[in-house]
């Protein structure tokens, strides 16, 4: 076996030994692409590109390797002030520091986010915000009740095809949610009904859960409900039997997925392994009305869900505790005599139907979630 980068003792023609520098420049070009996938979290993926510039080149901004999102610190409130931002990594078990735009006062919406945060600057100007690379995009201000009683989606749609961030607004109390890109001059509101739920962006519609299990799909352009789909059909053997925990819509892979969380017992999930989720494919063949499809597996496909039942599709990777075939959930519980809660990010499998914890989520950080992007908005 050959020896390790700068510990050989061959010379070159000068009669000095190569520095461990270039020896590792010279690896193969075509291992560093795999070797930048397996990379845990964005910070790694910096220092990568920091190598030289063959390693640079093999990792450009628009492909960071995949890993879990962020949870953002929080301080107590929906409404966070803030002049600079700390981030936990549950793919490394880092904490991260990023000082916001000059020490200004900050807001950060909760939500589940990609790339961007949604914030507003000194109670006035509303933007999405970059935190690692400080890039801030303006965009339409929003009525304050909104904000306040809201939580926001933010989607990368179309973006590594030039498109805008696309973001959702939902109220917590009505149900109703309103959406804009950035460079739109105004927020489109969508609130002709009272029970809506969780929503999904597929195809230029939204796909709105209703409290009847029942989904809405609503024409992006317009605001209209199109039809309403059926709920999705209940397995035997009880499964389904009985009120479900979390009723969640994603995009993944140009497939719209819904997957709904329930207790075991059919009653109460009093830890993490007392779930179990029923996961269905919308079915669109053009041929016969949309219709929701048990599967039984998302193959190499790996969801993330929050609280809130905002949704991400990622891609597996091993080092950073992204499994395929998996759904990632937040488990939170309060404790006895509501003295505080516990958190956990846990693991469904699609295989073995298995529960497991993959982290506890330290008590400092909230609800708010982003995926680390350094690709510029062009």
């Known amino acids: 076996m050959g020896e390790p980068p700068g510990r050989t003792g061959r010379r070159d023609a000068g009669g000095t030994a190569p520095a461990a520098e270039d020896r590792w420049t010279q690896l193969p ?13 964005s910070a790694d993926f910096v220092r990568f590109r920091t190598v030289c510039s063959a390693w640079r080149d093999a990792a450009p901004l628009s492909d960071p390797p995949p ?17 600079h931002f700390r981030f936990y990594s549950p793919s490394s078990g880092r904490t991260y520091g990023v000082r916001g735009n000059g020490g200004r006062s900050w807001l950060v919406m909760r939500g589940a986010c990609q790339e961007h945060l949604v914030t507003t ?40 095809r030039g498109g805008a961030p696309l973001v959702v607004n939902a ?13 739109d001059t105004k927020w489109n509101l969508v609130d002709e009904r009272q029970d809506m739920g ?42 389904g039997a009985g009120v479900s925990c979390g009723d969640y819509l994603v995009e993944s892979r140009g497939k719209l997925i819904r997957a709904v969380l329930f207790p075991r017992d059919g009653v109460v999930a009093a830890s993490p392994e007392d779930y179990y989720l029923n996961v269905y494919q919308l079915q669109e063949d053009g041929k016969a009305a949309a219709a929701w499809a048990k599967v039984e597996s998302i193959g190499d496909s790996v969801l993330f ?21 998996c759904v990632y959930f937040v488990h939170e519980k309060r404790t006895w005599l509501d003295a505080g809660e516990y958190r956990f990010l846990c693991r469904y499998s699609m295989m073995n139907g298995e529960v497991d914890r993959v ?4 008590d400092t950080f909230g609800d708010t979630w982003v995926v680390p992007g350094l ?3 062009e």
């Not at 605001?223 to 035997?236: D, F, I, N, Q, Y």
């Not at 869900?305 to 075939?325: C, Q, V």
Request: with cysteine; charged share 20%.
């Open 171 to 183: 109220s917590t109390k009505t149900g109703h949610f309103g959406y804009c890109r950035q460079g």
């Open 305 to 325: 869900f929050d609280k809130h039942g905002h949704g991400f599709s990622l891609e597996p990777n091993g080092a950073a505790e992204l499994k395929r075939d």
């Open 359 to 362: 982290v506890s989520l330290p």
């Open 67 to 83: 890993q879990l999102p962020w949870v953002v610190e929080r301080r107590g409130s929906a409404f966070q002030a803030r002049a």
């Open 198 to 239: 969780h929503r999904a962006y597929h195809g230029g519609r939204f796909y709105v859960n209703t409290n009847a299990q029942e989904t809405l799909v609503i024409d992006a352009s317009t605001g209209a409900v199109e039809s309403v789909l059926p709920p999705p059909p209940r397995s035997a053997a009880g499964a």
């Open 375 to 377: 690709w510029p908005t």
């Open 29 to 41: 070009p075509e291992l560093l692409p795999l070797i930048c996938k397996k990379l845990p979290d």
């Open 121 to 160: 600057v000194d109670l006035s100007t509303t933007a999405l915000y970059n935190p690692l690379t400080g890039e801030r995009l303006a965009l339409p201000p929003a009525p304050y009740p909104q904000w306040r009683h809201g939580v926001v989606h933010v989607v990368a749609d179309g973006r590594r």
